[in-house]
């Protein structure tokens, strides 16, 4: 033999040698019938002994918590604050949202709208650490319940 197949033999994994041996098992079995039929038996063999790696042990007394969250575009926040001020704060905070609604408002009115020019770019930073704070938030939540490192 050479090298290369001894390198292939040893990398075979236990997977590969159970389902290798089922069909061999189904081969040896059926002889005499055709190649069709013996794929045919041999796949629904194949299909019951397969192990899932990604199931987990139901019986630990925690229950397992996913959370199905994407963090929020930092960069997205604060253009959307920039050019639309409080309407697009609504993406990084509701909260900052309808303030900045309401002081645009009252503002508005004894600035005659001048406050507008200043409060994009309060908004814009507003949307920054609102996002940066949420973002921060669900890694924590994330690392706390050990989905990721």
């Known amino acids: 033999m050479t ?3 001894n390198a292939s033999q040893f990398t075979k994994t236990e997977d590969q040698k159970n389902q ?19 794929a045919q038996a041999a796949a629904p063999q194949m299909e019951n ?3 899932n790696p990604q199931v ?6 925690e229950p397992q918590v996913i959370i ?8 997205l926040a604060v253009v959307l604050a920039f050019f639309f001020g409080p309407l697009g704060l609504l993406y990084s905070s509701r909260f900052g949202a309808i303030f900045m609604f309401l002081v645009c408002i009252i503002g508005g009115y004894f600035t005659f709208g001048l406050i ?16 940066k704070d949420f973002n921060n ?13």
Request: charged fraction near 15%.
């Open 116 to 131: 507008l020019l200043i409060m994009a770019p309060i908004c814009a930073l507003w949307a920054y650490i609102a996002a």
């Open 137 to 149: 938030k669900l890694f924590e939540r994330l690392r706390a319940s050990g989905q990721i490192g």
């Open 68 to 75: 199905v969250q994407t963090p929020k575009s930092v960069w």
């Open 20 to 38: 290798s041996a089922y069909q061999e098992q189904a081969v040896s079995s059926d002889a005499g019938s055709h190649p069709e039929t013996t």
């Open 56 to 61: 987990q042990e139901t019986a630990s007394s």
């Open 49 to 51: 002994t397969s192990v």
């Open 3 to 5: 090298t290369n197949e």
